[in-house]
């Protein structure tokens, strides 16, 4: 069984996207952090606006997601509003993509 990390985990996210917008969260920089103890991963995220009625879908997706992962035991996503989300966290990589390098 292959040993999960946090390249993984963050590799695994770029397959999730806000249905909203044409870009993974990764790029949008909406992961704030990400932590593997054998086996147990723990991902802090957030979304483009506090009130967005996609966030349980995203988390969701994201926990499937990253639960498909060899080596994961138990997955906890977590959607925090601190600190707020910018565009300024954009990855360029996710610039590039929307069109605003």
């Keep these: 069984m292959a040993a999960v990390t946090k390249e993984t985990v963050l590799e695994a996210l770029r397959d999730v996207y806000d249905p909203e917008i044409p870009v993974n969260v990764v790029d ?3 992961v704030y952090a990400v ?32 639960a498909e992962l060899d080596g994961v035991e138990d997955v906890h996503v977590e959607i ?20 605003i390098d």
């Design 35 to 66: 932590d593997v103890q054998d086996g147990d991963v723990s991902v802090e995220m957030t979304l483009t606006f506090p009130g967005c009625g996609m966030g349980p879908y995203i988390a969701q997706q994201a926990e499937w997601r990253v």
């Design 28 to 30: 949008l920089g909406l």
């Design 80 to 99: 925090v509003h601190e600190p707020a989300w910018t565009p300024d966290m954009i990855t360029e990589e996710g610039k590039k993509l929307l069109g």
